[in-house]
């Protein structure tokens, strides 16, 4: 599976922004996708995951109520919507691939299978 992140930019704060992630390979189906973000000086985080037929999602509490993470298995994407950002969701942010069977979204994506390139997100305060 391969992964493109797309959609970043800047953006000023209380503003939105919505990332793309799409993945060519077989099986996209198949896998938990999860979407994580690096800031400066800061170790990559954890911020959203969703299942396989997307019916369970979860998010890390800092972006809970605002970010929204979706996926099309027919086009092999997903969406992460983000609303009201703050100054420090600026980060370059990742998609990421998992596929572990039996294990929850944040075990499959504590070791993820495949990640794609990352796009950066600014929000200016």
């Known amino acids: 599976v391969q992964l493109q992140a797309y959609g970043g930019g800047l953006v000023q704060a209380g503003g939105s922004l919505r990332l793309s992630c799409a993945a060519s390979?077989?099986?996209?189906?198949?896998?938990?996708m999860g979407w994580f973000r690096q800031a400066p000086g800061k170790e990559r985080e954890f911020v959203a995951a969703?299942?396989?037929?997307?019916?369970?999602?979860t998010y890390v509490d800092s972006v809970q109520g605002r970010f929204t993470i979706s996926r099309d298995n027919a086009n092999k994407m997903v969406y992460l919507q983000m609303n009201s950002l703050k100054p420090e969701d600026t980060a370059v942010y990742y998609c990421?691939?998992?596929?572990?069977?039996?294990?929850?979204?944040?075990?499959?994506?504590?070791?993820?299978?495949?990640w794609g390139r990352g796009t950066q997100v600014t929000v200016s305060s």
């Open positions: 969703i299942s396989k037929g997307g019916g369970a999602t």
């Open positions: 990421a691939a998992g596929l572990r069977p039996g294990a929850t979204l944040i075990a499959t994506m504590k070791t993820p299978n495949y």
């Open positions: 390979g077989q099986f996209f189906s198949s896998y938990v």
